[in-house]
């Protein structure tokens, strides 16, 4: 049984003041879950050279263990999410000129919607310091800031 599964059977036993002693176990799955994720990539990443996206670490930050193929399928989902939300409210994405993604982290939306829809002024922001350096390196069309804490 995976260390995530057994957490999630026994979380609700677990009393919060016991958390702190459980880092160790934690901080040894994540090493061992972002170097699985680091050798997924290569080889996904070696099939698709054209892609651009955050190491597995950055992604790990934002989403946990997820794959290149998930992060990006996670980024149009949520471009396809907005786009009918939208149509549902009676507008069109066409009426949009700037836009905010509030908590961009590593930029799993803004790598779909700055090529997606070019005539939107994109800014991303959140308080991830690095995963907002990754986007100011990779995503140039959008506008990108680290927003202290709230």
């Known amino acids: 049984m995976d260390i995530r599964q057994m957490w999630g059977k026994v979380r609700s036993l677990v009393p919060v003041s016991f958390y702190p002693l459980l880092a160790p176990a934690y901080r040894w799955d994540r090493r061992r879950t972002i170097r699985r994720l680091e050798q997924q990539d290569a080889d996904y990443l070696a099939a698709h050279p ?17 794959d290149v193929p998930g992060f990006v399928a996670g980024g149009k989902k949520t471009a396809q999410d907005i786009e009918a939300a939208l ?38 922001s959140d308080v991830d310091a690095r995963g907002i350096n990754w986007c100011a390196t990779h995503l140039p069309a959008a506008r990108v800031l680290v927003n202290p804490a709230l």
Do not use: K, M, Y
Request: aromatic share 8%; net charge negative; with cysteine.
């Open 87 to 124: 149509a549902e409210a009676g507008s069109h994405i066409d009426q949009i000129h700037s836009a905010l993604d509030f908590g961009c982290g590593c930029g799993r939306l803004l790598l779909d919607v700055v090529e997606r829809w070019p005539h939107i002024r994109w800014t991303g």
């Open 50 to 66: 054209e892609l651009i996206v955050p190491g597995a670490e950055l992604r790990f930050n934002v989403v946990g263990a997820i």
